[in-house]
C-alpha cells in the first residue's frame, strides 16, 4: 500500500479556511479534497432534531426496570440483608446480593497491570461481606418500573457494622492507620520510570526547584449518564446487551471472563452516546447487575445510573499529590527531573489498574529533551469509589508538574518561562523519552504560534490597560504532548494491557455504488463518523454523501479491541478505513479497466466516476461497476475476479503518535473575593494531517471548557470517606459564563507511523489548562508572589494564598 504524507504546514490549504462546507450540492468539496476540508457533521441533524436514540430509548417488550441500593458507608461490614419485604412488594420480579453474583460470577477485571507484583483486591459487581466505598452496590431489584424499584429498596433491611475508613491520601499513608484490605498495606504497588543518571544531575546542578502538587479528584460528567439494557435468552442462553460504551469489544470479551460464556454467545449494541470523555471506556458491575437480574427473571432488564448516583457510581480520576523537582543549569538548561507521584485510588482497582497514573509517571518530561529522569509511583488504595478513565489519562498531572517547576525555575533564574521552555523543548526526532518514541513535530514553532495568537488577541495591552485600571490580570502558558493512535498491541502488553489494541475496519460498496464503512469505533458526540467518512471517500474518490458509517454492534461490526479512546478514533479509525479503501479503490479500478478496456493505471477516479486519464468522455459510473459485481456479471466481470466489493484491513501500527499543544489563557484575579475568571484562552496545537478543522476546532474547545472546569471548579469533595457532592450544585462544571471564546491554531506534522500521517486531538484542549491557568493566575498578581500548588483553583484556596502573601 502506497500513502502520500504530506510535508509540514502551518498555513492549511484555502479550501480550510471560512465557512463550514455542506456535504453534498453547490459548494461541497470534491472527492479529492476531502481530507482537510470544513466539513458539516453527518451526525448533526439528528442530533439537533432530537432524532437520537441514547441508552434510555432503548425499549424491548417486556423490560424490567432495576435500581441499586449502595452503600451509606464508606467503610463496614455487612451483617444481614433481608429482601423479604421487597419481594412481595407488587410489581417487583426479582432482587439480587452480592451473594448471588459471586456464586455464579468470577471478578471484575483489570485489564491494565503496569505494577510487578501489584495486590490487586478481587472484587465482585456488588459487595459480597463488606461494603469498602458509599456507592457500593449492596441489593439490586428489578421491576416493573423504576418508581416500584425504588420503592422496593426502600423496604430492604441491611445491618452494618461500621469500621474505620481510609478517606484521605495522609489517612491511607498513616502505617497505624485503618487498611482498606486486611492484611495488606494500603499502598498496593510502587514502580519507578527512570532514565539517566538522576543522582548526578542533582549533585552537579546549579539549580534546584522542588515542589509538592495536589490534583483534586474529578470525573468526566457526560450529560447522558451510563446505563444498560441487558436480555439474557432463557432458552438459548445467549445475551443481547445494549450498553453506553466506547468500547463494545472490549466490553463483550470482558462480559465473557466475568459470566463464564463463550463471546459468540454476547452481543454488544451501542445506541447513541451523549458523552464518554473516558468514564464511557471502563467496564463497570452495573453491566453485570443487569444481566443477572435478567437472567433471574427471564425478562430484559434496564439499568440507568441517575445524576445523584453518577458521583459514586462511575470512576473517579486526576486526584493525585506529587512530590517533584528540577534540576538545571544557571542559563535555563534542564539536566533532571525526579519525584513521587502519589495515586489516590479507590478501594479497588477500576478496569484501567493504574494506567492513568502510570502515565502521568512515565510522561513527566513531556516535550523537554531533558537527559536524566527517575519518578516513582506510589499506588494508593483509599475507601473511595474506583478510579478510572477521563479525558487526558494521566497526562493532565504530569503536564501540571513538569510546568509548574519551569514557571518555579524561570523566577529563581530570572528569565521568562517561555524562554526556558524554547532552550529546553525536544528538537529532533524520533527522539526516546522516558518510555515513549516520539514520532515527529515542530515544538518551537508550535510554542511562537501561541505567543504569536497573543499578540494577535493584543492580550498585552489588555493587561496594561486593566492594570492601570487596578484591576489584577495576567497571562499564563502551558506546554504539552499527548499520546494517541494508541497501539500497538505487543508493546502494550509488555506494559501490563490485557488487551489488543489494533483496528479493523471493512469498506463496502453495494450495487449502486453505494459505500458502507463498518468500524468498531464509536461516535460520542466527537463526529468520528464524519472523520471516517471523508478517508474513506476522499479515498476511494467518490462523493461524501455515498458513504455511511456503521458502527456499534459487535455482530456486523468489525473488532477493534480497545475501542474508543486514548485519541485514537480518527487516528486509528481513518489510517485504517483509508488502508481498506485502498484495498477496494485497486479491484475498482481492475473492473473499470475491464469495462473500458484499458489498463488500470491509466484511469483517475473523481465524485464516483472513473475515466481514462486524457479521455474524460470515456468513463464508467461506481453504479455500472456495482452492478457488474453483484448483478449482471457475465461480461462484464473479468475472468478472475470474484464478485463483492469489499476492502476488509487490520493495522497494528509500529508507534503511537504523538501530537502537541500549546494553551495560552488571559485570566483576572478579584483580589477581595479570590475569584479567578477566564477572559480569554488560545490553544496552538498539532494533531498530524487534520481531517475536519471545524471538528478539531471542536475537540480543542470542548477539551479547553473541560480543562478550565477541572481548573477552577470541579472537585470530588470528600470528608473522612463520605462524599460532600450529590448534584451539580455541588460539582461545578463550566458554564457558557465562564468559558471565553477559545482561539485555535493548526500547525502540521504528520504522524511517523500513521498511514495519511493522522494524529489524535481528542485530549489536545485538556492537558495543558490547569498548567497555563495556574501561571495566568500567578502573573495577575505580581505584588503577591504567590505559588499555586492545589487544583482547583477554588475562591477559598485563591484568597487564602492571597492573604499569606499579603501577611508574608
Keep these: 500500500m502506497s500513502i502520500t504524507i504530506p510535508p509540514t504546514t502551518e498555513e492549511p490549504p484555502a479550501r480550510r479556511s471560512g465557512h463550514n462546507l455542506p456535504r453534498s450540492g453547490p459548494g461541497a468539496p470534491s472527492s479529492d479534497e476531502l481530507v482537510g476540508a470544513r466539513v458539516r457533521r453527518s451526525e448533526d441533524p ?447 502488553n509488555a506494559a501490563g494491557l490485557q488487551h489488543a489494541t489494533f483496528d479493523e475496519e471493512v469498506v463496502r460498496m453495494d450495487s449502486t455504488g453505494g459505500v458502507t464503512v463498518f468500524t468498531g469505533q464509536i461516535g460520542m458526540g466527537q463526529g468520528v463518523q464524519t472523520a471516517i467518512a471523508q478517508v474513506a471517500a476522499q479515498t476511494l474518490g467518490v462523493p461524501l454523501d455515498t458513504v455511511t458509517v456503521v458502527q456499534g454492534d459487535t455482530d456486523s461490526c468489525p473488532y477493534t479491541g480497545y475501542g474508543t479512546g486514548a485519541s485514537r478514533g480518527a487516528a486509528m479509525g481513518g489510517a485504517t478505513a483509508m488502508a481498506a479503501a485502498v484495498d477496494l479503490r485497486t479491484k475498482i479500478l481492475r473492473i473499470a479497466g475491464h469495462l473500458l478496456e484499458a489498463s488500470p493505471d491509466d484511469l483517475v477516479v473523481t465524485d464516483g466516476v472513473v475515466s481514462i486519464v486524457g479521455a474524460p468522455s470515456r468513463s464508467v459510473s461506481m453504479r455500472e461497476i456495482g452492478d457488474a459485481s453483484y448483478r449482471r456479471l457475465l461480461g462484464r466481470l473479468p475472468e478472475g475476479e470474484s464478485p463483492v466489493l469489499e476492502g476488509r484491513v487490520v493495522f497494528e501500527p509500529e508507534n503511537v503518535a504523538f501530537s502537541n499543544g500549546c494553551s495560552a489563557a488571559l485570566m483576572e484575579v478579584d483580589v477581595e473575593t479570590g475569584r479567578a475568571h477566564t477572559l480569554g484562552y488560545i490553544v496552538s496545537h498539532d494533531c498530524g494531517v487534520v481531517i475536519n478543522p471545524m471538528m478539531v476546532d471542536g475537540q480543542v474547545h470542548g477539551g479547553a471548557a473541560q480543562g478550565i472546569g477541572g481548573a477552577l471548579y470541579e472537585e470530588l469533595v470528600y470528608e473522612g470517606g463520605y462524599p460532600q457532592v450529590s448534584s451539580l450544585f455541588d460539582y461545578l462544571v463550566p458554564s457558557a459564563a465562564d468559558v471565553p471564546r477559545i482561539h485555535t491554531k493548526h500547525l502540521e506534522t504528520p504522524a511517523g507511523a500513521i498511514p495519511g500521517g493522522f494524529k489524535g486531538v481528542g485530549e489536545c484542549g485538556t492537558i495543558g489548562a490547569a498548567s497555563a491557568i495556574c501561571a495566568a493566575i500567578e502573573d495577575a498578581l505580581p505584588d503577591h508572589a504567590i505559588t499555586l500548588t492545589q487544583i482547583p483553583v477554588t475562591p477559598v484556596r485563591l484568597r487564602r494564598s492571597i492573604v499569606a502573601a499579603e501577611g508574608a
Aim: net charge negative; hydrophobic share 40%.
Design 46 to 492: 439528528r442530533i439537533l432534531t432530537g432524532r437520537t436514540k441514547y441508552i434510555d430509548d432503548v425499549m424491548i417488550s417486556g423490560m424490567l426496570e432495576a435500581a441499586v441500593l449502595r452503600s451509606p458507608h464508606p467503610h463496614a461490614k455487612i451483617l444481614r440483608i433481608d429482601t423479604s419485604r421487597a419481594l412481595v412488594l407488587p410489581g417487583v420480579f426479582g432482587v439480587l446480593t452480592g451473594l448471588d453474583v459471586q456464586a455464579v460470577c468470577d471478578v471484575q477485571p483489570v485489564i491494565w497491570q503496569m505494577i510487578p507484583d501489584q495486590f490487586i483486591p478481587e472484587h465482585y459487581a456488588m459487595a459480597t461481606d463488606r461494603v469498602r466505598w458509599v456507592g457500593q452496590p449492596v441489593v439490586a431489584v428489578a421491576a416493573v418500573d423504576r418508581y416500584v424499584a425504588e420503592d422496593a429498596l426502600e423496604l430492604i433491611d441491611v445491618d452494618y457494622e461500621v469500621l474505620p475508613a481510609a478517606g484521605d491520601l495522609d489517612t491511607a499513608l498513616d502505617p497505624d492507620g485503618p487498611q482498606v484490605w486486611d492484611g495488606h498495606s494500603n499502598i498496593s504497588g510502587v514502580t519507578t520510570v527512570p532514565k539517566g543518571d538522576v543522582a548526578a544531575a542533582f549533585s552537579d546542578a546549579d539549580v534546584i526547584v522542588r515542589t509538592t502538587l495536589d490534583y483534586g479528584r474529578q470525573m468526566g460528567t457526560p450529560l447522558e449518564t451510563r446505563g444498560v439494557v441487558s436480555t439474557w435468552d432463557p432458552i438459548t442462553d445467549e445475551l443481547d446487551i445494549w450498553m453506553s460504551s466506547q468500547a463494545p469489544n472490549l466490553a463483550r470479551d470482558l462480559l465473557g471472563d466475568v459470566l463464564g460464556i463463550s463471546i459468540e454467545k454476547i452481543r454488544v449494541r451501542v445506541p447513541d452516546v451523549g458523552g464518554g470523555f473516558g468514564n464511557k471506556f471502563d467496564f463497570y458491575g452495573e453491566e453485570i447487575i443487569a444481566t443477572m437480574l435478567s437472567k433471574r427473571t427471564g425478562r430484559p432488564v434496564k439499568l440507568i445510573e441517575d445524576r445523584a448516583e453518577s458521583f459514586v457510581a462511575t470512576v473517579h480520576s486526576r486526584n493525585q499529590r506529587l512530590d517533584v523537582e528540577l534540576a538545571a543549569t544557571r542559563d535555563g538548561k534542564i539536566t533532571g527531573i525526579r519525584g513521587t507521584v502519589y495515586q489516590v485510588l479507590g478501594a479497588v482497582l477500576g478496569t484501567v489498574g493504574v494506567g492513568p497514573a502510570w502515565a502521568a509517571t512515565a510522561i513527566m518530561t513531556g516535550p523537554y529533551a531533558i537527559p536524566n529522569a527517575e519518578v516513582t509511583l506510589k499506588a494508593v488504595l483509599t475507601n473511595r469509589p474506583p478510579y478510572g478513565s477521563y479525558r487526558g489519562w494521566g497526562q493532565p498531572k504530569g503536564c501540571f508538574a513538569h510546568e509548574r517547576l519551569i514557571e518555579l525555575l524561570a523566577r529563581e533564574i530570572g528569565l521568562p518561562a517561555n524562554e526556558i521552555r524554547r532552550r529546553n523543548l525536544i528538537t529532533e526526532f524520533p527522539y526516546f523519552s522516558q518510555v515513549f518514541l516520539f514520532d515527529s513535530g515542530d515544538y518551537r514553532r508550535c510554542l511562537e504560534l501561541a505567543e504569536e495568537a497573543v499578540a494577535e488577541q493584543g492580550w498585552d495591552q489588555v493587561v496594561e490597560d486593566a492594570r492601570a485600571q487596578g484591576r489584577s490580570v495576567g497571562i499564563g502558558y502551558g506546554f504539552h504532548v499527548e499520546i494517541t493512535a494508541f497501539g500497538p498491541s505487543r508493546i502494550m
